[in-house]
């Protein structure tokens, strides 16, 4: 009964993370493509001065979290073990805590990759649908979502990475605990 408890809490805080990656990452996401940071720069300077210059950073990292935690979830439905899932979501968590900023930058620099080729062409075509003001936030909207949608998958890679290592680590301490008794054999 207390491993169920121990399941139901340690889900509890995976999924309470999640939903703070998730809506972190739309938050800044959505302020840094539309250009909301003006309106916090005018409301309280001090903080819209700190906003502006972290608020891509932070971007970048609840996208690496996001896409390490989904990775975790994903991946541990794939144990079959209990504890075995439960201790590879602990350390996984652990680590994942410790190389999510790291990972960010890693991510953000490959999520910027190919994104150059047919970014005019999708710009001038919302700028005819919408109209010219409209057409660019929605296409700094486009490019902000997708680079997000990029960082997320490509951390979401590394983290199926994490998992898989952690999960051999634990099962490998598992079965060298299980060595069976060795009898020396009688001399003929």
Not at 47 to 75: K, N, P, V, Y
Not at 85 to 110: D, T
Request: glycine residues 6%.
């Amino acid at each position: 009964m207390a491993s169920r408890d121990r399941d139901r809490r340690l889900r509890r805080v995976i999924r309470w993370l999640t939903a703070l990656a998730i809506v972190v990452g739309f938050l800044t996401t959505m302020i840094y493509a539309s250009g909301a940071h003006l309106a916090i720069r005018y409301a309280n300077p001090e903080f819209g001065a700190w906003w502006d210059t972290h608020q891509f950073a932070i971007m970048e990292a609840s996208a690496s979290a996001l896409g390490l935690l989904i990775a975790m979830r994903c991946a541990s439905r794939l144990v079959e073990n209990a504890d075995t899932r439960r201790r590879a979501k602990v350390l996984s968590l652990l680590i994942s805590a410790v190389i999510a900023i790291p990972l960010s930058h890693a991510v953000a620099s490959i999520a910027r990759l190919g994104w150059d080729g047919d970014s005019a062409r999708i710009r001038d075509f919302l700028q005819a649908v919408a109209d010219y003001g409209v057409g660019n936030i929605l296409d700094k909207l486009v490019i902000g979502v997708v680079y997000f949608l990029k960082s997320v998958a490509f951390a979401a890679l590394a983290g199926l990475a994490l998992y898989a290592i952690v999960v051999v680590i634990l099962v490998g301490i598992e079965k060298s605990d299980i060595v069976p008794e060795q009898h020396e054999a009688p001399l003929p």
